[in-house]
C-alpha cells in the first residue's frame, strides 16, 4: 500500500489531511472544556472599587454585587480636651478591632462635667484636621463623615456595660462578639452607653501614641499658638538683650513653659486623691512649683516661664509674684496675647495652651494632669521619632518634669512616657511612678 495514503484520514465520513485533523481535535477540546468548567470559575469576574464600595462584577448576574463599608458610631464625647483626645483614640482603637471604620464623632467646646444638657457639641473636623487624620493614620485607624453611609437605618445598638461587674474581660468578650457574624453585617454599629473616656482599656501606649501622632489642629488654632510662641521668643529676646552680660547674644533665650494646676477646683480634686489613695505627691502649692523650677538641674538664666494655667478657675492673683531671680514668670494677661484666648471657646483655649506647652524648650507639669501627661507623651514620641537615644536628663533636646515629685535635691522629677506600657491607665488616670 501507498504510504501517502496514510496521510489521508477521514472524519464523520469527511477526508481531511493530517495538520486539518489535529486543529479540528484541539477545537472540539475547547469547545467541551468550556462547556463543562466554565460555570465553575464565572462568578469570579472582575473587581471594581467605587467611592466607598467594593463591586464584584460577575458574569451569570445582570448586576453589581456591593461589599458595604462598616461605620462605627459612638457617643458624644466630653470634658477636658485631653480627656476627649483620649476618649477619641480609644474610639479609634475599638473601631479598629471590629475592623469598622469610625464615623466622625461630636466633641464638646464646652466644659461641664455633671450638666451634660449644657454641652455644647462641636465637631471634630472643627478642631483638627479630618484629611490629614487620614492621610497619615491611613492603614492603622480611618474616619468617615455620615455622608458616606449608604443606609442609616441598618444599626445595630452595642450597651456598654457599666459598673464592678463589668470587668475588663467581660467587655472584651462582647467586642469579640460584635465582630462576628451577626453583628458584623450591619452596616453601623451603634455603641450607647457612657463616654469613651470611661471605656476599659485593651490597647497598649503606642496604639494611642500612633491616633495621637495624626491628631493635627486646624490652621485656624495653630495659627493662635503661633501668635503666642512667638510673643514669648519676642519676650525673651527683650529678656537676653537686658541680660548681655549673662548669656551669649547667639544662643536664644530659653522657653520653659509649666503647667501650673493651682486652681481651686484641682486642689479639692488632687486632696481627695490624695486620701482615696494614701499618697502624698499629688497636690502642689504655688510656692513648691515655683522652688522646683527654680531648681531644676542645669537650667541657664535668664529664663522665660509661660504660666499655662486657667485663668477663670484661678483665685489667686500672686502667681508671678516669689520667683526665683532670672526666672521671668508670664501668663496669658502679661503677655498681652489675653484677647487671643477670651473671644475662643473653652475647648480651642485648652488646645492652644497644648501646643504652646509642646513646642516649649523645657516642660514643667503635674504627672496626675492628664493635660500635662499627654504633653509629655507628645514629647516623648517627638524625641523617639527624631532618632534621640538619650530621653532622660538634663542635657536632652527636649526635656519634662514633674513638679508634684521631688528629683534630685529640690528639683522636680525629669519625666519621660514608658512607651511600652501595655495600657494608657497611667496618663489617662496619673501616676507618682514615671520614668527616668
Known sequence: MDLSNCKQL?????????????????????????????PTFSGLGRVIRQNNFVFVHNRSFPSYQPVKQKFLEVPQIVWGLNNQKIAFARACLTARMLNRTLLMPKLSASLFYKEVELLKPISFDKIFQFERFNSICKGFVQLSRYSDVSNQSDIIELQKGSGRRWTLEKDLEQLNQFSKHPYDAREIIRIVGKNPFLWHDHWPTKDYAKVFECLSLVEEISMEADKVVSKIREIGMEV??????SISSSQPVPFVAVHMRIEKDWMIHCKKLEQRLNISEICSSKEEIMARVGSIAGLKTPVVVYLAVADTLLEDNTVLNGWKDGLHPYEKKTLGVFDIYKKQPYLFQSAIDYEVCLRS????GNSFSTFSSLVVLDRTQKMIKAGETKLCGSDVRWPSYAYNIRGVGNSPYPWVTNMSDTSLT????GSNHISC
Open 240 to 245: 537676653r538683650s537686658k541680660n548681655a552680660m
Open 10 to 38: 477521514r472524519f464523520f465520513g469527511v477526508h481531511l489531511n493530517f495538520l486539518a485533523a489535529k486543529c479540528l481535535l484541539l477545537v472540539v477540546i475547547a469547545l467541551f472544556l468550556g462547556t463543562v468548567l466554565l
Open 361 to 364: 524648650d523645657i516642660f514643667v
Open 426 to 429: 497611667a496618663i489617662s488616670y
